[in-house]
T-cell receptor, first 110, second 113 residues
Framework: GQSLEQPSEVTAVEGAIVQINCTYQ??????LSWYQQHDGGAPTFLSY????GLEETGRFSSFLSRSDSYGYLLLQELQMKDSASYFC???????????FGTGTLLAVQP | DAGITQSPRHKVTETGTPVTLRCHQT?????MYWYRQDPGHGLRLIHY???????DKGEVSDGYSVSRSKTEDFLLTLESATSSQTSVYFC????????????FGQGTRLTVV
């Protein structure tokens, strides 16, 4: 299988920190990416982890643990505009096959 | 904006008719992808390409075929459209295999009646 599992929904308040978890299957796994998609829009790239550890990009950070087949996206100082769907994406094989997770709908409340 | 264009943006077609969606890029990127997005299913990979004439199946390839005869164009064909293929279709392009940053088109909304 190639599935990636994420929580379906998360709710948080402005200014808070939220973590979105992702577990994946290891067959042919190369790395893990995260994408954001606003309602009615196209997905946009946020970050990539090819190695274990934390990658930080502004308010967003992403973490990968290959030994646990697990990653997460951390969003800090939440803003209303962060309300969107977030997808973890596994990179598989030398041909760069990209498989999306089930997606997490984040609702940021005032 | 990454130079990626999908056409058409909207289409209504009848069951049993063939349909071709086009993805065109001006970035000379190696990788191209076709996904469909349905409520409750996220984005599911249909087919992808890792070079001219090099394509492979994704998760939901039944009923779809693809063609990539030149770098800039990736065509998705529904040989005989069915109502279950009503969906939003996204094309994406990727340059490198080292960071998986893919750029998406604006999507094509296809309705099969």
């Amino acid at each position: 299988g190639q599935s990636l599992e994420q929580p379906s929904e998360v709710t948080a308040v402005e200014g808070a920190i939220v973590q979105i978890n992702c577990t994946y299957q290891t067959s042919g796994f190369y790395g893990l990416s995260w994408y954001q998609q606003h309602d009615g829009g196209a997905p946009t790239f946020l970050s990539y982890n090819g190695l274990d550890g934390l990658e930080e990009t502004g308010r967003f950070s992403s973490f990968l643990s290959r030994s646990d087949s697990y990653g997460y996206l951390l969003l800090q100082e939440l803003q209303m505009k962060d309300s969107a769907s977030y997808f973890c994406v596994s990179q598989r094989g030398a041909t760069n096959k990209l498989i999306f997770g089930t997606g997490t709908l984040l609702a940021v409340q005032p | 904006d990454a130079g990626i264009t999908q056409s058409p943006r909207h289409k209504v077609t009848e069951t049993g008719t063939p349909v071709t969606l086009r993805c065109h890029q001006t970035e000379n990127h190696r990788y191209m992808y076709w996904y469909r997005q349905d409520p409750g299913h996220g984005l599911r990979l249909i087919h992808y390409s890792y070079g001219v004439k090099d394509t492979d199946k994704g998760e939901v390839s039944d009923g779809y075929s693809v063609s990539r005869s030149k770098t800039e164009d990736f065509l998705l064909t529904l040989e005989s459209a069915t109502s279950s293929q009503t969906s939003v279709y996204f094309c994406a392009i990727g340059k490198e295999s080292t960071n998986t940053e893919a750029f998406f088109g604006q999507g094509t909304r296809l309705t099969v009646v």
